[in-house]
């Protein structure tokens, strides 16, 4: 069974920093995890993907100056890095799974997803 558990979210004020992380488990193949964001009222957005099998990375354009995503391999675990936040961040944040490789952020091809983790940001 596949599941993604997220965590690290919470309050903080504005230009504070937070990390999330994904721990992805009962994956046995290449994949991509990726990191989405909904706000109320807003569609689900792409922030950053991360490919299993080298590490290497995506991140939107619009989040390249403050979002980073990272993995510790061993662990199963994704992290979001998230700097310089700002009140228009405040989202539940969702990491997902891709099954195979690639760079993409369309949200319909994530298969598994996680419950989400909320971050407020407080001006």
């Known amino acids: 069974e596949v599941q993604l558990v997220e965590s690290g979210g919470g309050l903080v004020q504005a230009g504070g920093s937070l990390r999330l992380s994904c721990v992805v488990s009962g994956f046995t193949s290449d994949y991509v995890t990726g990191w989405f964001r909904q706000a109320p009222g807003k569609e689900r957005e792409g922030i950053s993907c991360?490919?299993?099998?080298?590490?290497?990375?995506y991140t939107a354009d619009s989040m390249t100056s403050r979002f980073t995503i990272s993995r510790d391999k061993a662990e199963n675990t994704v992290y979001l890095h998230m700097n310089n936040l700002k009140p228009e961040d405040t989202a539940v944040y969702y990491c997902?799974?891709?099954?195979?490789?690639?760079?993409?952020?369309?949200?319909?091809?994530?298969?598994?997803w996680g419950q989400g983790t909320q971050v407020t940001v407080s001006s």
């Open positions: 997902a799974v891709l099954p195979g490789w690639g760079r993409d952020l369309r949200a319909p091809l994530y298969r598994y």
């Open positions: 991360i490919d299993s099998r080298d590490g290497s990375t």
